[in-house]
C-alpha cells in the first residue's frame, strides 16, 4: 500500500479564496483523522471519520471549516472562504481503530493563505 | 488544553549518546503511544504502550508508563543523526491527543 495519499502538498491562496485539501486513507482502514499543526497550538484533531461517517467534529474551529468523505477511499477538508490565520499544515491519518491501534499519517498539505 | 507535555521541549546530543523525552498527561488513559516526525513529512508511530504496561522496548526504543504519576518516558539509547525529529507523546480512548513535542537534534 503507498500509505496516506494527500493532495496538493503546497497551496498557497488568497484570502478568501476557497481551499479544498484532498485525502486517501489507506485501503482498509474504518477511521479517517484530519488534523492541524501550527507552532502556536501544535497538532489539533479537527474531525474523524468512521466508515464514512462524520463521528466527532467539535475540532473544526469555525463554519468556513466542513469535511466530507463520500467514501471509503476519499476525504476532503474544505475552508471557504479562507483566511490567514488558517495558514498551518493540514494532515491526514487513518487507522483500523481508535483505543490500541496506531495511526498512519499522510504527509499533510501546507497551506498559506495570503 | 493539550493532554500530554513533553519535556524538554528541546534537546541536542552528541551520536552515540543517549536521548530520553519526558511526557506528562492529566487525565486517566487505557494507551499511550509515542510518533515521530521529521521535518516537512508526517508522524510516524513508534511504539505503543498500555495503561497496565509499565516499560516496553523495540530496538533502541525504551518506553516506560507511571500511571500513578501520570507521566511516560522515552529512550532512545545509541543515538544517530538520522535520529533527529520532533517525538510527540499521544493519549486518549476514542481519540488522540498529542502534546507540542521535544524537537530532537543528534550531532555527528
Known amino acids: 500500500d503507498a500509505g496516506v495519499i494527500q493532495s496538493p502538498r503546497h497551496e498557497v491562496t488568497e484570502m478568501g479564496q476557497e481551499v479544498t485539501l484532498r485525502c486517501k486513507p489507506i485501503?482498509?482502514?474504518?477511521?479517517l483523522f484530519w488534523y492541524r499543526q501550527t507552532m502556536m497550538r501544535g497538532l489539533e484533531l479537527l474531525i474523524y471519520?468512521?466508515?464514512?461517517?462524520?463521528?466527532?467534529d467539535s475540532g473544526m474551529p469555525e463554519d468556513r471549516f466542513s469535511a466530507k468523505m463520500p467514501n471509503a477511499s476519499f476525504s476532503t477538508l474544505k475552508i471557504q472562504p479562507s483566511e490567514p490565520r488558517d495558514s498551518a499544515v493540514y494532515f491526514c491519518?487513518?487507522?483500523?481503530?481508535?483505543?490500541?491501534?496506531?495511526?498512519?499519517f499522510g504527509p499533510g498539505t501546507r497551506l498559506t493563505v495570503l | 488544553s493539550q493532554q500530554g507535555e513533553e519535556d524538554p521541549q528541546a534537546l541536542s546530543i552528541q551520536e552515540g549518546e543517549n536521548a530520553t523525552m519526558n511526557c506528562s498527561y492529566k487525565?486517566?488513559?487505557?494507551?499511550l503511544q509515542w510518533y515521530r516526525q521529521n521535518s516537512g513529512r508526517g508522524l510516524v508511530h513508534l511504539i505503543l504502550?498500555?495503561?497496565?504496561?509499565r516499560e516496553k522496548h523495540s530496538g533502541r526504543l525504551r518506553v516506560t508508563l507511571d500511571t500513578s504519576k501520570k507521566s511516560s518516558s522515552l529512550l532512545i539509547t545509541a543515538s544517530r543523526a538520522a535520529d533527529t525529529a520532533s517525538y510527540f507523546c499521544?493519549?486518549?480512548?476514542?481519540?488522540?491527543?498529542f502534546g507540542k513535542g521535544t524537537m530532537l537534534l543528534v550531532s555527528p
Open positions: 487525565t486517566s488513559i487505557n494507551n
Open positions: 504502550i498500555r495503561s497496565n504496561e
Open positions: 491519518a487513518s487507522s483500523l481503530g481508535t483505543s490500541y491501534h496506531e495511526q498512519f
Open positions: 485501503s482498509g482502514h474504518d477511521y
Open positions: 499521544a493519549t486518549g480512548y476514542s481519540t488522540l491527543t
Open positions: 471519520f468512521n466508515n464514512n461517517v462524520p463521528i466527532d
